[in-house]
C-alpha cells in the first residue's frame, strides 16, 4: 500500500513540475504529442518543427535592428565550390529584420572560385570579396559592436541574423552566441536535428557542437587574437576560453548540406592548441565522425582509496573486485569492503581472505549507503577516492586511469563512468536536473555503441551529477564538503554531493571512457525514500525546475527515448 501511494505522490509531483516548469498549455501540448507517437526520429522532428515554428514565426521582432550594418565573415576553403558559396548568400539575403555586409575571404590560389565570387560582387553591392592575404580582421576593424561568422555552404533560417544580434543586444554581458542546427538535402528537406546543451568547455573540446555559425563581440575577437585564416572549431574555442558569457540560442538557427564535412585534421590541431594555451597537458585522438578524446596526463601516480559497500552477494562481490583488482591496470590503490552485516558464509570466506594492503571494514545494521560510505572515506589513505557498488564489472584495463584523469583537473570535482546494463545498452550516462520530478538518467535504453545527439554519449562531457555506482573525487574536496548527506541515507546522495560541489565551483565530468557494466536489472523500480526525496526537492528544486544545462533543452524527454527506439541520432555538423 505505501509503495502504491509513493508512486501516485511521485506521479502528481511530476504533473506539478510540468506544469510549474511549461504551464498549462506546455504540459497538455506535451502530453498531447506524446500521443501521437511518432515512428522515427524523421517523424519526431517534424512534430517538434510544427509544434515550435509556427510561435517562433509570429513572435518575430517587427523592428529593425538599429546598430548599422552587421558584418557577416565568410572563410572559404580549398575545394569550395561556388554554388555551395551562392547558397549561403541566397540565405543571407532572406534575413529581412538586420542590415548586413557579406565579407568573402577567398583560399589561396582562389582559382574559379575567384571570378565566382567577383561576379556575386558586382551583382550584390553588400557582397565584399577579399583577395587572399587580406585581412577579415580588417572588417571588424571597422565594424560595430557585432558580427558573424559563418561557414560559407549553409543555409541560415530566415531569422538567424535577428537572433544572433539580439541576443547581444538583449544583454550587454553576452559575448558570444550560438543555436542548433540541423541537415539538409538538395530537395530542401531537414533532418537529423542537433540539438545542443549549454556551453561546455569539456565538450567543446570532444566535438566541434557550437556548429558553423557565431554571432559575437568585435572585441572579443580582438581579444581573442582574432579570427583570419581560422579554422571554425579553432576560432570556436579561441573565443570561447576569452568569452565573459556565452549564450546558446534554443532554435534551429542554421541548415548544413550533406556535401559538408568536417576537417578532423584541423579540429585536432585545434584542440591541441587550445590545450597549449591553457597550460594543460595531453593527447588528441580522433574517435570518428567528429568526435575526439583527449588524454590528460595523470600526475604522479596518486593512492587511490576504493570503496565497496556489501552484503552477501559473494558472486557479485567476488566480481567487482576482480575488476579492481585484476583489470583496472592501476597498481597504486587500497580496497576497503564494507561489510553490512554478511551472514552467508561462502562470502564471510570470501571477505576473510581479503588482506593488506586491502581491508575490510564491518559496519553491520540497518542499510544506510551514505553512512557506510563516509565511514569508509574516514578510514581511507587515498588522495582520490572511487566509491563503488558491489555489482559493477570491468571488462577492460585503463577504467580507473580515465576517471583519474579528469579528477586530477583543475575546477573537477565528481568524475563518473559509462554503466552498461549486461544486455549492452546503456543504464547511466550522467544524471540530468529537471527528470522524474527532480532527477533521473537521460539516454537509459541507448546502444552503447550510438554516439547520441551532440556525441554526448560517446565523449567526455560535464554533466550535473554522476551516480554513486562509481564515482570518484578528491579526497580533499570530498572532506570539504563533509561527504555524503547523512540524512540522505537511501537515494540522491550523490547528486547532493555532485550539486554541492558545483556551488562550490567544481564541475562534474562524465566520461565513456572508463566504461563498465552495472548488473542492476534494467527492469527494477526506481522507488526512493519520500522524505529524502522531497529533502533534495527542498534543497535544489529551484535549481532543478530551471532545467538542466548540459540536456539540451529542445530534446523533449519523450522524443528522446522515441529517437532511441529509431536508434538514429545526429552528429554536428
Known amino acids: 500500500m505505501t509503495a502504491s501511494l509513493d508512486r501516485v505522490l511521485r506521479a502528481w509531483d511530476r504533473l506539478e513540475w510540468a506544469v510549474r516548469k511549461r504551464g ?20 519526431a522532428y517534424a512534430l517538434w518543427r510544427a509544434i515550435h515554428e509556427p510561435r517562433r514565426t509570429a513572435s518575430r521582432r517587427r523592428e529593425r535592428w538599429q546598430g ?43 582559382g574559379r572560385l575567384g571570378d565566382a565570387t567577383a561576379a556575386l560582387a558586382d551583382v550584390d553591392p553588400r557582397v565584399t570579396v577579399v583577395e587572399p592575404g587580406v585581412a577579415l580582421d580588417a572588417a571588424l576593424a571597422a565594424a560595430g559592436d557585432v558580427a558573424v561568422l559563418a561557414s560559407p555552404g549553409i ?200 588482506g593488506p594492503p586491502h581491508r575490510v571494514i564491518r559496519r553491520p545494521g540497518p542499510f544506510d549507503w551514505a ?16 566509491f563503488l557498488n558491489n555489482d559493477i564489472e570491468a571488462t577492460e584495463p585503463g577504467w580507473i586511469e580515465a576517471l583519474l584523469e579528469h579528477a586530477q583537473r583543475p575546477g573537477v570535482g565528481a568524475v563518473g563512468a559509462k554503466l552498461l546494463y ?14 522524474e520530478g527532480f532527477a533521473g538518467h537521460p539516454f537509459r535504453g541507448a546502444l552503447a555503441s550510438e554516439p547520441g545527439p551532440c556525441g554526448v554519449l560517446s565523449v567526455a562531457r560535464e554533466c550535473s551529477a554522476v551516480t554513486g555506482a562509481c564515482l570518484m573525487i578528491s579526497r580533499e574536496l570530498f572532506d570539504s564538503l563533509g561527504g555524503f548527506d547523512p540524512e540522505l541515507r537511501i537515494a540522491f546522495n550523490d547528486v547532493d554531493l555532485c550539486l554541492r560541489a558545483r556551488e562550490r565551483g567544481h564541475r562534474t565530468v562524465w566520461t565513456p571512457h572508463a566504461r563498465l557494466v552495472h548488473h542492476e536489472s534494467a527492469s527494477r523500480s526506481a522507488e526512493h525514500p519520500r522524505g529524502e526525496y522531497l529533502r533534495v526537492r527542498r534543497r535544489w528544486g529551484a535549481l532543478a525546475l530551471a532545467g538542466d544545462p548540459h540536456l539540451p533543452p529542445n530534446l523533449d524527454r519523450e522524443i528522446a527515448a522515441r529517437a532511441v527506439r529509431a536508434r538514429r541520432w545526429s552528429a554536428p555538423g
Not at 206 to 233: K, M, N, V, W
Not at 371 to 385: H, I, K, Q, T, V
Not at 422 to 435: C, E, K, N, R, S
Open 155 to 354: 543555409v541560415l533560417a530566415p531569422d538567424a541574423l535577428e537572433s544572433l544580434v539580439s541576443a547581444m543586444r538583449d544583454d550587454a554581458l553576452v559575448e558570444l552566441v550560438y543555436g542548433d542546427e540541423d541537415r539538409i538535402d538538395a530537395s530542401g528537406r531537414r533532418f537529423a536535428p542537433s540539438f545542443k546543451p549549454e556551453f561546455s568547455m569539456d565538450l567543446l573540446r570532444s566535438t566541434p557542437y557550437t556548429g558553423r555559425l557565431l554571432g559575437f563581440r568585435t572585441g572579443l575577437a580582438a581579444r581573442a587574437g582574432g579570427i583570419d585564416g581560422g579554422e571554425p572549431h579553432d576560432v570556436a574555442l579561441r573565443l570561447t576560453e576569452r568569452a565573459r558569457r556565452i549564450a546558446h540560442l534554443a532554435r534551429v538557427l542554421h541548415h548544413v548540406p550533406d556535401d559538408l564535412g568536417i576537417d578532423e585534421g584541423a579540429s585536432a590541431r585545434a584542440i591541441t592548441h587550445a590545450l597549449s594555451r591553457t597550460g594543460e597537458e595531453g593527447a588528441v585522438d580522433a574517435l570518428g565522425g567528429g568526435r575526439f578524446r583527449v588524454r590528460y596526463r595523470v600526475r604522479g601516480e596518486p593512492l587511490v582509496s576504493v570503496v565497496i559497500p556489501t552484503r552477501d552477494r559473494v558472486e557479485l562481490l567476488r566480481v567487482a573486485v576482480a575488476s579492481v583488482l585484476e583489470r583496472s591496470g592501476w597498481r597504486n590503490l587500497e580496497l576497503l569492503v564494507v561489510d553490512n552485516g554478511s551472514t552467508d558464509p561462502e562470502t564471510l570466506r570470501f571477505l576473510e581472505d581479503i
Open 24 to 43: 498549462i498549455l506546455g504540459a497538455a501540448r506535451r502530453a498531447l504529442s506524446g500521443r501521437a507517437r511518432p515512428r522515427s526520429e524523421e517523424e
Open 371 to 386: 553512512a557506510l560510505n563516509n565511514d569508509a572515506a574516514r578510514e581511507a589513505r587515498g588522495e582520490y577516492l572511487l
Open 422 to 435: 549486461p544486455d549492452g545498452t546503456v543504464q547511466h550516462a550522467g544524471i540530468a536536473l529537471g527528470m
Open 68 to 110: 548599422g550594418s552587421v558584418p557577416v565573415l565568410l572563410q572559404c576553403v580549398d575545394g569550395l565550390g561556388a554554388e555551395q558559396l551562392e547558397r549561403t548568400l541566397g540565405s543571407l539575403r532572406a534575413q529581412e529584420q538586420v542590415p548586413w555586409t557579406a565579407w568573402v575571404a577567398l583560399p589561396s590560389p582562389p
